[in-house]
């Protein structure tokens, strides 16, 4: 996707005399707090009751959401031998199509956010479960029939020509699928990944289903590995440009492998990751970790193996960890991230701050790796600390939270100041309760275009960001800046419950 870069060098002098001097990166570990974290981790958890599917529970928290896609799945069962049910689930951002590729993703982070810091979060860990456990319910049922992974529910194209509440929801719930016959590596092994991590999250708490999970995620990796080729190559027009696997498949599978011996223990998944890693990509320098390509998440997981564990077989990964921290630290001589003068990571034109929130998180992950074995990085012949990582999550944290040129929280609900017109569609036409008669397909557009703010707070909702240079309009029409999504705020949860408990918070 293109989008405009600022004088690279100019802006990579100017950040690395900021770092050098310590501006960049106040304290990140018993440092002063420079905002609510509890506040933020409480209303990021939040934010995923706004996107549930379903039949919404006694205690739903977001009481402006209703029942939605009550009959999801029904369109299979006129052909199939077995019933297919797909309701739960979440939407993934501003529309309402339950695409399963980032839907996985987001459950996957949410997940590691749990492992790493869920001892973090008090009160909150509850709350943190069950978004965890919303997920995992619908991809038990999508993953229900052997060699066959029911991965989106909703013609997009038809969605997106409707502006209206998921309540009202009529256009066309076709349910797509990938099987032997139409593989789709990639988003069976991230789905094995998300049951993988979940199943971890579950492990003391709820026994029994935890087994469930682990045991699903194993049958589901297994398809995926069997039966190789993209999903987007058999479902192209439904799945592209939206979640299209620009990345292959590849990193999903050394992902979901990493997952699995994470959560299995058995050695067979040790064994393939020796075996394929290199065939897999795990020494390539593509430093972009979101719903499409997982190789520096896996790489960072697989350091911990090696750091935590010991498992000296995995000493690589420690290397190949190193390497994506060091293209994240500006003036070192493998610096290759773009910060916009603000100081915000600039990866993409498009909800740019799903990469702050995916680097936030495995800066701070890591960290926790290094200073359990008492390692640092070297980056030429620049030493960076865990202090430091630490510190430059903090800093990205802290500029959605208002610590930036626009002087506003990117935080629906945190803060004085945060966006007003997000791009969602049930956030910004009357709700149910509000209005309960039934708002058309193309009535809705008068609220997409409208300058009043959303009806209904979707808080918690971390938007997509500002632009190259901090620019922020506040359109509801500007999807790419305006639009929430999951699988933003789920690797955000695990951040804010580590700066939450280091700054005293919780």
């Known amino acids: 996707m293109a989008h405009s870069r600022p004088s690279f060098l100019l802006l990579s002098h100017f950040l690395l005399s900021l770092f050098a001097s310590g501006a960049i990166g106040s304290p990140g570990h018993h440092g002063p707090a420079n905002h609510n974290y509890r506040d933020a981790l409480s209303k990021s958890i939040l934010f995923f009751e706004g996107q ?8 739903q928290r977001m009481t402006w959401r209703r029942n939605s896609g009550l009959s999801d799945g029904s369109a299979m ?18 529309d309402n199509v339950k695409f399963g590729f980032p839907m996985a993703f987001t ?4 997940s590691w956010s749990v492992i790493e810091f869920g001892g973090m979060m008090k009160g909150e860990l509850e709350n943190a479960r069950a978004a965890v456990r919303w997920a995992t319910d619908y991809l038990l049922k999508a993953t229900a029939h052997p060699n066959t992974i029911y991965v989106q529910v909703g013609d997009p194209n038809k969605d997106h020509a409707c502006w209206e509440r998921p309540e009202d929801m009529d256009t066309p719930r076709t349910v797509y699928k990938v099987d032997n016959s139409n593989p789709g590596s990639d988003v069976a092994a991230e789905t094995a990944a998300a049951l993988a991590a979940a199943s971890l999250v579950f492990r003391k708490s709820d026994p029994a289903y935890s087994k469930l999970l682990r045991n699903r995620a194993i049958s589901v990796f297994e398809f995926g590995d069997k039966y190789r080729g993209s ?46 890693g290199q065939t897999l990509g795990a020494d390539e320098s593509d430093n972009t970790f979101g719903w499409d390509n997982k190789h520096v998440g896996a790489r960072i997981l697989l350091s911990k193996a090696f750091l935590v564990q010991n498992l000296k077989s995995l000493h690589d990964y420690k290397g ?16 290759q991230t773009q910060y916009t003068p603000g100081g915000l990571l600039f990866k993409m034109g498009d909800s740019n701050m799903q990469y702050v929130t995916s680097t936030s998180f495995l800066l701070v992950a ?56 997000v791009h969602h569609r049930g956030s910004s036409l009357p709700s149910v309760v509000a209005h309960p ?14 300058s009043a703010p959303n009806p209904n707070p979707l808080t918690g909702a971390v938007v997509g960001g500002p632009d190259a240079m901090d620019r922020f309009p506040d359109q509801r029409s500007d999807y790419g800046r305006s639009e929430p ?14 700066l939450a408990h280091s700054s005293g918070q919780l």
């Not at 069962?77 to 501003?94: E, H, K, R």
């Not at 459950?107 to 949410?110: D, F, K």
């Not at 994240?328 to 610096?335: A, D, Y």
């Open 52 to 59: 549930r599917s379903g039949r919404l529970p006694a205690n």
């Open 77 to 94: 069962n006129a052909s199939a031998l077995d019933f297919v049910d797909l309701v739960g689930g979440y939407y993934d951002a501003g």
């Open 107 to 110: 459950t996957t982070m949410l």
């Open 231 to 276: 999903y987007s190559n058999g479902l192209k027009n439904v799945v592209c440009p939206f979640y299209c696997s620009y990345s292959g498949y590849q990193d999903e599978l050394l992902w979901g492998a990493a997952w699995l011996h994470k959560a299995t223990k058995n050695p067979t998944y040790l064994n393939y990751i020796e075996a394929n």
């Open 320 to 335: 190949h960890a190193d390497n994506f921290i060091c293209s994240l630290i500006p003036g070192t001589p493998f610096s």
């Open 366 to 421: 890591y960290a926790k790796f290094l200073t359990y074995s008492s390692k640092v990085v070297s980056c030429g012949g620049t030493t960076v600390t865990p202090h430091k990582l630490r510190s430059i999550a903090k800093r990205q944290v802290d500029y959605i939270l208002g610590d930036n040129p626009q002087k506003m929280s990117y935080m629906v609900g945190y803060g004085t100041r945060y966006p007003q017109q």
């Open 437 to 450: 008669a039934k708002i058309p397909c193309s009535a809705g557009f008068t609220a997409l275009y409208s």
């Open 485 to 498: 999504a999951t699988y933003i705020n789920a690797p955000l949860v695990g951040a804010l419950a580590y």
